[in-house]
């Protein structure tokens, strides 16, 4: 099956620790995105990528970091230096933009919580 | 982006059609309108987008008026897993989609 996997669904952390999600893709898609969701707010953007080794920050970027060495992969680090790092998060991807327009597919998402 | 305004909560008789506004009056010439629903603690899922004409796909049709200023998103005969927060956004190419807090649809058996 193509689709987006993000693991694991559920995730605990302590106050202060860095903790990484994984959100891998096999639809051959160029562009990935990480988004956050808080409890009955809509999405927002923290971090996408076009391609390969090149990442943009989105409208939240602060005290997360990503990377993007692999075309399926595209890991979201919540640093220590996120104030408010418990919330849903949801990775998507899509065909790079060429002077048209793109539908994103979402994963499943992880719910974060931090203690 | 264009800001676009959606009511909070619609309701909907099953087997009915469902009818979703979207106003996005400040919507610039070369921004689509998108659409995309969430169904409780799940990722969202694309229904349809268009730029000037109307569209229709397998889930539903989405009309744009004239002007642009507003659409509407119908499901022509909603189910009950058709219960969702339904999304519109205005956007260039897809890429930076900002999802406000949308419509929560409930259809009603």
């Known amino acids: 099956d193509g689709g987006i996997t993000q693991s694991p669904k559920y995730l605990f952390r302590k106050e202060g620790q860095n903790v990484t999600l994984s959100c891998e893709q096999n639809l051959n898609h160029d562009a990935m995105y990480w988004y956050r969701q808080d409890p009955g707010q809509g999405l927002r953007l923290i971090y996408y990528?076009?391609?390969?080794?090149?990442?943009q920050k989105g409208d939240i970027a602060e005290g997360y970091s990503v990377s993007r060495e692999k075309k399926e992969s595209f890991p979201l680090t919540v640093t220590s230096a996120q104030k408010n790092p418990t919330a849903f998060y949801l990775c998507?991807?899509?065909?790079?933009?060429?002077?048209?327009?793109?539908?994103?597919?979402f994963g499943p998402g992880t719910r974060l919580t931090v203690t | 982006d264009a800001k676009t305004t959606q009511p909070p909560s619609m309701d909907c008789a099953e087997g009915r059609a469902a009818n979703l506004p979207c106003n996005h009056s400040?919507?610039?010439?070369?921004?689509?309108v998108y659409w995309y629903r969430q169904i409780h603690s799940q990722g969202p899922q694309y229904i349809i987008h268009?730029?000037?004409n109307n569209e229709t796909n397998e889930m539903a049709s989405l009309i744009i008026t004239e002007d642009r200023k507003s659409s509407t998103l119908i499901l022509p005969h909603a189910t009950l897993r058709d219960t969702a927060v339904y999304y519109c956004?205005?956007?260039?190419?897809?890429?930076?989609?900002?999802f406000g807090e949308g419509t929560q649809l409930t259809v009603n058996p």
């Open positions: 990528s076009q391609i390969v080794n090149d990442f």
């Open positions: 400040t919507i610039s010439g070369n921004e689509y």
């Open positions: 998507a991807s899509s065909r790079r933009r060429t002077g048209s327009s793109y539908e994103q597919y």
């Open positions: 956004i205005a956007e260039t190419s897809g890429s930076r989609l900002t």
């Open positions: 268009g730029l000037k």
